[in-house]
Every structure is written in structure tokens, then in C-alpha cells.
């Protein structure tokens, strides 16, 4: 009797040991607020979310009543507990389709267009107080529109025309339309609009196939569109797939992206160089098999006999040849450092249009015949001088997404980055400290706000960055109060927070403790 007790405490010791720190992992991440919209009978509907930082987010719900033929656009705003603020309403005229969306600092910008002609409207929502104006321009019909953005009293609408870009700049003010120059040209691709608001300048990133050359560039106007300096990068060996320009000083600045061996979109590696007025330095090329986490996400014998190749191939003096497929985000600038996040992609299924868009700075266009399948996100810092510095990897088992759209979320929060991404009604999260993971992958549910309530289905789940440590997880689900009976459909904005505080305190703890002599 006293051994069997013994053991059964054994037993009990060990689950405590084993769950324990899984239940208190899984108290990291805190849903505090949630927003729940039902969804109209008798229109289509379609629904986004705009952040807002620390003034709250921006809802918008379009639908097409079966009775009108305008669409009426409604747009929210919420304060950082999801409560109302303002609200107001658009009605579309019905000759108009949506193009894009841009967001900016105090105001929203909506690109629309009338098919088959040249005429568009721009439609500014004011943030503060939800005021609308609106716009009309003459651009140019047939334009293929790839970017929108705002710079002052001016919209950017960047795109390709008879198969060539072409940036179109359209003064609201004086209502003046006109076209960058020097852009227009056979065999190129257009790559990024950046803007420097502060500076006043517009970049223009183009790809362009020259003498079986391919050629990366930067074309540098000033505000009224004047073009000021030509930025080439051009290398014997590799070609510049992406560019993310990182302004020093006007004259000063660094560009990050990734690039290929060859003419291809298949990304070989990362590379960084700085450029001084319009002439690049040599650039630092960082391969995939320098990076130390990258083939983390296959399963440890694959990436055993992956990496035995790629030394083998290096001792013989052979190139490396990677087929990547590359979706690079936005990049994230703090005090120390910069960090790239770039997710792994490959195309998969077909499917049909949306019901919920990802929002910013997004095109309002039917969902490509093919999906793309996400097998992992890597994340690299570079410091504040452009030096390589770390890498980590987040493994993304069986996410597909219709769109090809950024997928994992990364948020730094004290001295950690909180990697996440939205599947089936639940959050991945994986918490890394630079190259190290202090908390493996863990699953959250997405609850309703009524406990009474269950999720009988989840639709097009998004995860979106917000302001400090908080984070929005938004999309469709239908509930109920059991699994019989259709019950109700809502969208949904829930508020996320990742605590760290009881991040690796065991450790610390234990660190801390004075140490008892023999």
C-alpha cells in the first residue's frame, strides 16, 4: 500500500512537471476585448480592419443591398477597448468599383475607378472626426493599378499601362494629373513605390531585363515629380529581387531586401548595402545556408541530410540553388536594430472571391485562381549601421491563405518578439529572444463573448499588429449556444496581448538564488 502510494505520487510529481509550465505558457496570451458585428440577411457583405495604434482601429463593412444598386460603405471607429467612437456612412455610386486602399498618418485614402474610361474618385476619411471628402480626377483608362499611396495633398497611383509602368501623380487641390518620367520602358517591372514624407521625396523601385542583365533601380523625384537622382544595382552573379530603402540623412541610406541567382523570383538569400547620394557600396550577400535557424522547419533527419548537401556542394566549390518563393514584409525599425520577416511561400489551390479582406494597402480585386501554401516565416536583425546580425525561424504547419498576403505577425514586446499567425479559429505564437526560442509554438483559441456561446465555424482568420504588446485577430465565425441549428454569423475583432513577464523567471529565480556552500 505505501509503495503504490509512493508511486502515484511519483506519477502525480511528474504530470506537474510536465503540465505546469505548458498551462502557465499558455496564460501568456490574454484576449481582453472583443467586438462581435452581426452580418446583414438581406446585402453581400464584405468586412476590414484598419489599425489605428494607439487611437483605436477603423472598421469597414461594404454591402450591396439586392434592392440598390449603390453600395453603401460604412466606416467605425473604435477606441482601444473596441467601443464606438464615431460613425459614418458613404454611398457608392453604382458606375464605380473599388481599386485599393491606403492608410496614412490622420486620414484614410479609397482608390475608386469607372471601367473602361479614365475617370476616378479618391475618397479621405478623417480619422479624428470621421469627415469625407472626395475627389475626381481624369488618369488614364486601362491602367493595371499595382500601388496607391498619399504624399501631402497628392495621390501616387502606380501601375502598368499597354504593359509598361507608369507612376500617375493627381494634385487634389488643382486637380492636375501628371506621369513620373524616365519610367515607361519595355521589359520592367515595377518593384515598390516608397515614400519619404519627411524629406519629400517619392522612390521609385523598378526590375528591368536588359541585355540578359537584370537591372535593379531606384529613381529618386522630389514632390513636384521632378526626377532628381538614378540608383542602378546590377551584379555579374546575382539579381535584386526586393529592395527596402532605410533613409540615414537625405543624401544616406541603406537598402535590405532579397535576391537570385539568375533572372528568377526565387530567392537564393538576403543582401543589405548602403548608398551614398546614387552609388550603391558593394553589396553584403547573406545565403540561406549562412543563415543559423532557416532549415529549422523541416524535421530534424531532413534537415540533417539538407544541410550534409549543401556542405558537401561548398567543399567541391559548387553554387548553392535554392527555390524559394519570398513574401517580404514591412520592415521593422527600433531603437538597436532593424528586422526583416519574410514568409516562405508556395503556390497551391484554386478557390473563389472573399468575404473578408486583409485591408491596407490591399487591391479590391477577386482572389487569384491560385492559393499559396506558407511553410515558414524567417527573421533577421541587422543593426543600426546595416551589419547582419541574427536570424530565427517560425515552422507554419498547413496554412493556406487565398490571397498571397502576409500571414505571421511579428511584435516586439519588452526584449522579445512575439511571432504569430491566425489558422482555423486559433493563434500560433512562438516567442523568440534574437536567435534564441524562449517559448515554443503554442495554439490559443479565438472565444466568443458569450460563455454561453460556442464556435460552431471559422472563416477567413486575420492577425494584424496594433500599438505596444496588443495585437488584433479578426475574421468570421459563426456561434451558437450548441452544434444544432444553423446559428449566428458575426465578424469579430478581438484584442490580444502576449504577457512576458513570466518569460524564462524560473530561470532568473534560480540565477538569483545565493548558492550554499559544501
Not at 460604412?74 to 459614418?88: H, M, P, Q, S
Not at 457608392?92 to 490622420?106: C, G, S, T
Not at 482572389?367 to 527573421?379: M, P
Not at 507554419?396 to 499567425?421: G, N, R, W
Amino acid at each position: 500500500m505505501h509503495n503504490r502510494f509512493i508511486n502515484y505520487s511519483g506519477l502525480l510529481l511528474m504530470l506537474l512537471l510536465v503540465f505546469v509550465p505548458l498551462c502557465g505558457a499558455w496564460a501568456q496570451l490574454q484576449q481582453s476585448d472583443r467586438l462581435e458585428i452581426p452580418t446583414s440577411s438581406s446585402s453581400s457583405e464584405e468586412f476590414e480592419v484598419f489599425s489605428l495604434g494607439e487611437q483605436g482601429i477603423l472598421s469597414v463593412i461594404r454591402g450591396n443591398e439586392f434592392s440598390n444598386r449603390n453600395e453603401q460603405w460604412e466606416f467605425v471607429k473604435y477606441d482601444t477597448t473596441l467601443k464606438a467612437v464615431w460613425r459614418t456612412s458613404f454611398k457608392l455610386d453604382f458606375r464605380y468599383i473599388p481599386v485599393m486602399a491606403y492608410k496614412a498618418e490622420e486620414s484614410g485614402y479609397w482608390l475608386f475607378a469607372e471601367p473602361d474610361t479614365d475617370k476616378f474618385l479618391f475618397l479621405q476619411l478623417n480619422f479624428q472626426d470621421g469627415s469625407i471628402d472626395t475627389y475626381k480626377g481624369n488618369l488614364l483608362s486601362g491602367v493595371d493599378v499595382q500601388h496607391f499611396k498619399v504624399i501631402g495633398s497628392k495621390a501616387l497611383v502606380s501601375g502598368y499601362y499597354r504593359s509598361r509602368p507608369i507612376v500617375i501623380v493627381h494634385s487634389f487641390f488643382d486637380h492636375t494629373t501628371r506621369v513620373l518620367p524616365g519610367l515607361f520602358e519595355k521589359n520592367t517591372e515595377l518593384n515598390n513605390v516608397d515614400i519619404n514624407e519627411i524629406d519629400g521625396y517619392i522612390n521609385v523601385i523598378t526590375y528591368a531585363y536588359r541585355k540578359k542583365n537584370c537591372v535593379f533601380e531606384i529613381k529618386t523625384y522630389n514632390y513636384d515629380g521632378k526626377l532628381l537622382k538614378r540608383t542602378t544595382l546590377s551584379d555579374p552573379r546575382y539579381s535584386f529581387i526586393s529592395g527596402q530603402i532605410v533613409p540615414l540623412n537625405p543624401d544616406d541610406s541603406y537598402l535590405i531586401g532579397n535576391y537570385s541567382v539568375g533572372c528568377t523570383q526565387y530567392s537564393q538569400g538576403l543582401y543589405v548595402t548602403h548608398i551614398s547620394d546614387d552609388t550603391p557600396e558593394e553589396p553584403q550577400f547573406i545565403e540561406f545556408s549562412e543563415l543559423q535557424n532557416f532549415f529549422n522547419y523541416m524535421k530534424p533527419k531532413r534537415r540533417a541530410r539538407v544541410l550534409e548537401k549543401i556542405g558537401k556542394r561548398k567543399s567541391l566549390g559548387k553554387e548553392n540553388r535554392f527555390r524559394y518563393r519570398l513574401l517580404v514584409h514591412q520592415l521593422i525599425q527600433t531603437e538597436k536594430e532593424i528586422v526583416l520577416v519574410a514568409e516562405v511561400y508556395y503556390p497551391n489551390q484554386r478557390s473563389s472571391s472573399p468575404i473578408i479582406s486583409g485591408g491596407i494597402s490591399r487591391p479590391y480585386v477577386a482572389r487569384a485562381l491560385e492559393g499559396y501554401r506558407y511553410t515558414h516565416a524567417i527573421v533577421c536583425g541587422f543593426d543600426r549601421s546595416g551589419k547582419f546580425i541574427w536570424d530565427n525561424t517560425i515552422t507554419i504547419k498547413d496554412l493556406t491563405s487565398f490571397d498571397l498576403q502576409e500571414m505571421v505577425q511579428v511584435t516586439p514586446v519588452d526584449d522579445y518578439f512575439v511571432l504569430a499567425y491566425p489558422q482555423e479559429g486559433e493563434i500560433h505564437t512562438e516567442v523568440i529572444s534574437r536567435n534564441k526560442v524562449v517559448v515554443e509554438t503554442e495554439k490559443f483559441k479565438i472565444n466568443p463573448k458569450s460563455e454561453k456561446e460556442k464556435v460552431l465555424n471559422n472563416e477567413d482568420g486575420y492577425l494584424s499588429p496594433w500599438y505596444g504588446q496588443y495585437f488584433l485577430a479578426y475574421g468570421m465565425q459563426r456561434l451558437g449556444t450548441s452544434a444544432i441549428g444553423q446559428g449566428r454569423e458575426v465578424f469579430y475583432v478581438n484584442k490580444l496581448t502576449y504577457k512576458t513577464d513570466e518569460i524564462g523567471k524560473a530561470e532568473k529565480e534560480e540565477a538569483s538564488r545565493p548558492r550554499q556552500q559544501p
